[in-house]
DNA sequence: GTCTATATGAAGATAGAC
DNA sequence: GTCTATCTTCATATAGAC
């Protein structure tokens, strides 16, 4: 297992075939197809149809249902990753931060498409293990690593201790908190969907936690 | 969503139907199968080649392939749960217990079959929304169940204070953070195994803190 | 590039002998 | 109950016209 240190990591950039409109769509039907019914189940008559078009122009695109599964996860992973990066951190102390954090990590890993997403990779990662791991670094990866970047603040301005265990893994903890039992419910009860509220309050036990383990204590 | 309160929850108990040998080869070659492959892509045909019986005898035990694959996670499941029920709680203070409960929990877990169960169940969920339900009490919810009850033992003795949480959450956020980043990791790195001093350091991370978090500083 | 029509193979499930 | 052989359906992928 690797050590996985924590660096400002780079997607390689995914250019789906944009050159016809009809490509288009058919990555999007292919994307709504794939996401709701995993690869397997998917067949490429529902993406056909979904997509309005015929059988041999998805194959004009896409050379198979591998190929393009993979190149609709590869775009997916990309925008998950984008919109994690786009989170405004407003200064305000650490309890903010942190919460804005925890916030934006878990509506995006809460919503329909943040759970199917995260079903279809961890699920197809035996046989997709690339895809699994740009998972990794498009999504738990990169918010950490965000995260760290404003601990390290944190820790000069002498509001948080965390030398016992270090700033990179002070951040993954801060994620594991927050993601731990609130993805995992959601997973396990798919037919339900969290209040506002329990959100609220999942990410509140985040905070909480991680601040009684490592504030300074001034 | 849920409140889902911890408490001593039972699992159903399935009956395999054990009438002939026959009957249970199939149902092992199922859980194989199954795990390897998820639902969709396993086929009866590998079943049936991998138990050495006909297919007819698939079939005469199991009306079809979902009825077969709803045995096979309750299987799995009821042993998981008391695999988790097993853990001896040696007496010896609050970090020993805190440190067994991780280290049992992780090494069901990252085991082989525990990632494939949690694949396959996570995966499926959408399709067998009770098989999804069904996981989460006999894994995270028994666990947390049972060291629930060791921290209150833990409260009286004065060693820790979780009132700002409560014991229930307190328990909850420590699995939270012995599995996050352990179990992210090998779902999303399928071909790397952990080593054990990996494995180790992912628990000490998790105690450290939580006992900073929640020790009784006397 | 895009369509209709089709080839080819495989998967789930059953029939009927023993 | 168990087997061999088979039925039916459907999925991936391609051929050939426009």
Redesign the pocket.
Known sequence: MKPTPITSACLAETMPDC??E??LRVLQAATTVFLKHGFSA????MIQREAG?????V???YA??EILFIAVIHAECTAFAQTLRGIQFQPGGLRKTLAAHGHAYLNILLSPSGLALYRVVIGEAPRFPELARTFYLAGPHVIASMLAEQLANAVQAGEVDVTTVGLDAAATLFFSLVRGEAQMQCLTHPDATPSAAQVDQWVELAVITFLRAFKRTV
Chains 1, 2 share one sequence.
Do not use: L, Q
């Open positions: 050159s016809n009809k490509a998917a067949t490429t008559d078009v015929s059988k041999s122009t194959y004009a695109h198979n249902k």
